[in-house]
């Protein structure tokens, strides 16, 4: 009988120990687990704060272009008056740069800005 009981504990007592180590790992496991997704989800904020603040800038810096060029174009008008009045030829550079100010007034910097706004950050 003492036999058996000494068996009969060293078997069980090795058990008990078993899943005793098995339940810490699984802990760990689970603590790393966790630690990990933390650290991405942190990582991920930052990004995504990064971006919506370099989102923030550019679309500052577009309406700021854009105002700049709305307000250029009177000065060309001035400009270009200037020169028909005094009847020489219009310089092709200056011709060049209005078209471009209005070509991106007409669509450019619109699409620009709506493309940003609707980033909804």
């Known amino acids: 009988m ?6 009969f504990n060293s078997l069980f007592g090795k058990t ?12 760990d496991d689970v603590k790393k687990s966790y630690n990990e997704a933390i650290a991405a989800r942190k990582k991920s904020l930052d990004v995504y704060n990064g971006a919506k603040s370099a989102v923030a800038s550019a679309l ?24 028909k009045e005094l009847g020489i030829p219009m310089p092709k550079e200056i011709t060049d740069q209005k078209q471009n100010i209005q070509d991106g007034l007409k669509g450019t910097f619109a699409q620009y800005i709506k493309g940003l706004e609707s980033a909804k950050l």
């Open 2 to 7: 003492q036999t058996e009981k000494l068996v």
């Open 16 to 27: 008990e120990l078993a899943n005793q180590k098995i339940e810490l790992a699984i802990n």
């Open 60 to 83: 500052s810096e577009l309406k700021n272009l854009k105002a700049i060029n709305e307000n250029s174009l009177p000065i060309f008008a001035k400009f270009e008056a200037m020169i």
